[in-house]
């Protein structure tokens, strides 16, 4: 139990347009979720904690403009990366609090952006 | 804020070997997670810590959460190759977690 599926795997989008990347818990309920972003041989970077039914709350230094996130059930959150440049090419991640299994992560979104 | 320290960095070990890897952290924290991350997928919890000097295993991996709460160590015995990875430790605070940098495994049959 405690499936995390996080869709699409991967995308490449042209510069200067939007992404919109999906969370979702399969079998459980998440009143939060969690983003993350890795680049290449680095560790996991918190961008911002997602909360059911209320704003997201944002790690200092991420532009809420920039990541814009939703979480509109509690089973859904999705992460829009808004006019898309190629620095924020990166692994985006997804990962949500399961209560007795705890943590789990999505399988991770691969964006580039051209 | 706060930050692991994970060390090695990197390890490239023969199959067979046993492993070991540790994090230590400059604040306490209540749990310690060591997740598995194989390329272009999310981690994988490997094994959690939910008390100062406890001793975990799970297989072939053992872990501890050390007494002063500042650090934990995973070990893994027998290596074979599909132990290729990086492994993270995380410290679980009140709702978030912080990632160690990572040890890369590398594993030669």
């Known amino acids: 139990g405690a499936v995390v599926s996080q869709h699409p795997s991967r995308v490449i989008c042209k510069s200067g347009t939007s992404v919109k990347i999906e969370c979702r818990s399969l079998?459980?309920?998440?009143?939060?979720m969690f983003w993350y972003r890795q680049f290449p041989k680095q560790s996991l970077m918190l961008m911002a904690t997602?909360?059911?039914?209320?704003?997201?709350?944002?790690e200092q230094g991420v532009e809420k403009d920039k990541f814009l996130i939703n979480h509109a059930s509690l089973t859904l959150s999705t992460l829009t990366v808004t006019s898309a440049h190629p620095e924020d090419s990166s692994f985006y991640i997804c990962?949500?609090?399961?209560?007795?299994?705890?943590?789990?992560f999505g399988s991770g979104t691969r964006l580039t952006v051209v | 804020g706060q930050q692991l320290n994970q060390s090695p960095q990197s390890m490239f070990i023969q199959e067979g070997e046993d492993v070991s890897m540790n994090c230590t952290s400059s604040?306490?924290?209540?749990?310690w997670l060591w997740y598995k991350q194989d390329p272009g997928e999310g981690p994988v919890l490997l094994i959690a810590?939910?008390?100062?000097?406890e001793l975990t295993s799970n297989g072939r991996l053992t872990a501890q959460f050390g007494i002063t709460r500042k650090d934990s160590f995973l070990n893994i015995s027998a290596s074979i190759p599909s132990d290729v990875g990086i492994y993270f430790c995380?410290?679980?605070?009140?709702?978030?977690?912080?990632f160690g940098k990572g040890t890369m495994l590398l594993v030669s049959p």
């Open positions: 990962s949500a609090w399961t209560g007795n299994y705890g943590y789990t």
């Open positions: 079998d459980f309920q998440a009143t939060t």
């Open positions: 997602s909360n059911e039914g209320s704003k997201a709350t944002y």
């Open positions: 604040s306490i924290f209540n749990t």
């Open positions: 810590l939910y008390k100062a000097g």
């Open positions: 995380a410290g679980q605070g009140y709702s978030t977690l912080t």
